[in-house]
């Protein structure tokens, strides 16, 4: 993404200029307010700011058609908006898409989910790397306890867990790749 392009710029201006006014507020209402409660604050209000945003790019970014291919080749029609839920870096975000239903294999399919790599009700592409990080670092619960600290999620021991071991599979297909262009080029 492009951040020097001028409509980004005044609509960063503009989020600085409204988030400064809601902290000078609480500023002036609160006595014994340091620069510390203020970064806090901030740090929250983004998060949601960011949870909300996602959601409605997810649900903005969603298209509607009668009916789309299914993957058996035959046609698969719109049923209805969905809920899903993802795990991100902003935290839980819930949006809608579109779900279509092929009358022929009966499979179900969510566009959206496939195009922008989500799996519904799990972590984030964005998040998964740096819960892996944590988790790699230290044991799964303190993995949590820093990921609330650092990134303001509440994230169970179970996701931190999926996390590393996305990395470990990750890992691992990268050694496969590895060995098999080895043995060609030496075969
Ligand atoms: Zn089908």
Known sequence: MDFNTKLVKESVEQIATLLSDLMVGYVQEEEKVGIGDIEQGMRQILQEVGRQALGQVLEKS???????????QHKANYRCRREGMV??????????????LCDHCRSGTKPLDNRLKIK?????????????????????????ELAKAFLLLD???????????WVGQKQQAR?????SSVIGAIT
């Open 62 to 72: 969603d298209q509607v058609e009668p009916s789309i291919r299914c993957q058996c």
């Open 87 to 100: 795990i991100s870096v902003f935290g839980r975000v819930r949006y809608r898409r579109s779900y279509y």
């Open 120 to 144: 519904p009700g799990e972590i984030s592409q964005g998040l998964k790397p740096l819960l892996a990080l944590l988790g790699i670092q230290t044991s799964f619960d303190e993995a949590a």
């Open 155 to 165: 994230i169970s021991d179970n996701s931190i867990r999926q996390a590393v071991q």
């Open 175 to 179: 050694e496969r790749k590895w060995k």
